[in-house]
Nanobody
Framework: QVQLAESGGGLVQAGGSLNLSCTVS????????MGWFRQAPGKEREFVAT???????YYADSVKGRFTVSRDDSKSMVFLQMNSLNPEDTAVYYC????????????????????WGQGTQVTVSS
């Protein structure tokens, strides 16, 4: 059974930074893409960032230049460094893994990812 466990969420002031971590345990064929989604109160879930095993990254426009996704495959971990946070970034952040190979898919679509974590709360105060 595959499990994803996020950590690193919390309360931060606007302009501050947080670094989220996610550890993947259990058997997956390959963690081909690893990334993050988020869901704010009363809003739909939205894509944040994803990273292919080879290093290719893809970001939502709303976080480009502020957030950085990275991964450590030796530890089956994915990270999200979040800088210049603003209240609009307040949400539950979910770690995701896509085990299927291939690069031709809609990277911002949640159904394209096979495994999800339980989420970690990030709250940015103004």
């Amino acid at each position: 059974q595959v499990q994803l466990a996020e950590s690193g969420g919390g309360l931060v002031q606007a302009g501050g930074s947080l670094n989220l971590s996610c550890t993947v345990s259990g058997r997956t064929k390959t963690n081909y893409y690893m990334g993050w989604f988020r869901q704010a109160p009363g809003k739909e879930r939205e894509f944040v960032a994803t990273m292919q095993w080879s290093g290719f990254t893809y970001y939502a426009d709303s976080v480009k230049g502020r957030f950085t996704v990275s991964r450590d495959d030796s530890k089956s971990m994915v990270f999200l460094q979040m800088n210049s946070l603003n209240p609009e970034d307040t949400a539950v952040y979910y770690c995701v893994v896509r085990g299927r190979t291939g690069n031709y898919f809609t990277k911002s679509l949640g159904t394209e990812y096979d495994y999800w974590g339980q989420g970690t709360q990030v709250t940015v105060s103004s």
